[in-house]
């Protein structure tokens, strides 16, 4: 039986990505920062009659990545990734308050998934078929003012999926990102977006629909996937306007009140 690794499994999307794996029967590696919210997501995974290994991981050191893929695959066999730990932050960019915030950002969302995808990808290709489904966002395509990092970092992830999912036509590993728009989960309090105009915009989608459709796009092999109307809207904006004005935009979306 092969395995499902899933970062940032803690909370939001991370814990749905665990339940839907689990009721499919699937055997889960769970890592993120807190072992004590890992330990209750393994225990209702569990219930499913699956095999969880909880692996307490600080994705921002990256000599963790290394340590945590070398854990996941001592003696299994990972045929899904997940990449779904995500940061973010809040504020203007010259506000050095945000540094250690945003340099966590960078590493997380950027190098970490990087790195998990190298290691993931020569693995998965001396197996039957592998699935990597990287946590983007509709952030990543426009610049964001504001949160100027995080779109950025996601704008990283985006084109880095396509790009390898390109390289990958044809082959048995398939990449997909998942490119979510305002999600019901902790990580608007995390990124101090408390006041943000987006959220006045649009309700958030429930994480588990935003999660299932993630999941779903990823087994069929699809490149993007967008949740929601809104969203698809919004991701579609920089095609069709001048990059100036959906940067105002976003600068707009993303201010607070």
């Given at each position: 039986?092969?395995?499902?690794?899933?970062?940032?499994?803690?909370?939001?999307?991370?814990?749905?990505f665990?339940?839907?794996?689990?009721?499919?029967?699937?055997?889960?590696?769970?890592?993120?920062r807190?072992?004590?919210?890992?330990?209750?997501?393994?225990?209702?995974?569990?219930?499913?009659?699956?095999?969880?290994?909880?692996?307490?991981?600080?994705?921002?050191?990256?000599?963790a990545?290394?340590?945590?893929?070398?854990?996941?695959t001592?003696?299994?066999?990972?045929?899904?990734?997940?990449?779904?730990?995500?940061?973010?932050?809040?504020?203007?960019?010259?506000?050095?308050?945000?540094?250690?915030?945003?340099?966590?950002?960078?590493?997380?969302?950027?190098?970490?998934?990087?790195r998990?995808?190298?290691?993931?990808?020569?693995?998965?290709?001396?197996?039957?078929?592998?699935?990597?489904?990287?946590?983007?966002?509709?952030?990543?395509?426009?610049?964001?003012?504001?949160?100027?990092?995080?779109?950025?970092?996601?704008?990283?992830?985006?084109?880095?999926?396509?790009?390898?999912?390109?390289?990958?036509r044809?082959?048995?590993?398939?990449?997909?990102?998942?490119c979510?728009?305002?999600?019901?989960?902790?990580?608007f309090?995390?990124?101090?977006?408390?006041?943000?105009?987006?959220?006045?915009?649009a309700?958030?989608?429930?994480?588990?629909?935003?999660a299932?459709?993630?999941?779903?796009?990823?087994?069929?092999?699809?490149?993007?996937?967008?949740?929601?109307?809104?969203?698809?809207?919004?991701?579609?904006?920089?095609?069709?306007?001048?990059r100036?004005?959906?940067?105002?935009?976003?600068?707009?979306?993303?201010?607070?009140?």
């Open positions: 039986m092969a395995w499902t690794l899933i970062t940032g499994a803690s909370e939001g999307l991370g814990v749905e665990a339940h839907i794996a689990a009721r499919e029967g699937r055997n889960l590696i769970l890592a993120a807190s072992k004590d919210k890992l330990d209750k997501v393994a225990e209702a995974a569990r219930t499913h009659g699956v095999e969880v290994l909880v692996v307490p991981t600080d994705l921002s050191d990256p000599d990545v290394d340590q945590l893929w070398s854990t996941a001592d003696g299994r066999s990972v045929d899904v990734l997940v990449n779904n730990a995500g940061l973010g932050y809040n504020g203007p960019f010259a506000d050095g308050q945000g540094w250690s915030r945003e340099l966590s950002s960078i590493n997380v969302n950027m190098i970490a998934l990087t998990l995808m190298k290691l993931a990808i020569p693995h998965m290709q001396a197996q039957p078929k592998g699935r990597i489904l990287n946590v983007a966002s509709v952030a990543g395509f426009t610049p964001g003012p504001n949160m100027a990092v995080y779109h950025a970092t996601k704008a990283y992830v985006l084109s880095l999926s396509e790009a390898v999912a390109e390289e990958l044809g082959s048995n590993v398939t990449v997909t990102a998942l979510p728009g305002a999600t019901a989960t902790n990580f309090e995390d990124a101090d977006m408390h006041g943000v105009r987006l959220l006045k915009l309700k958030p989608m429930k994480a588990f629909d935003v299932e459709l993630g999941w779903l796009g990823a087994r069929i092999g699809k490149r993007i996937v967008v949740p929601g109307a809104m969203n698809k809207v919004l991701a579609a904006l920089p095609r069709i306007s001048p100036g004005l959906t940067t105002r935009i976003a600068a707009q979306i993303m201010g607070k009140h």
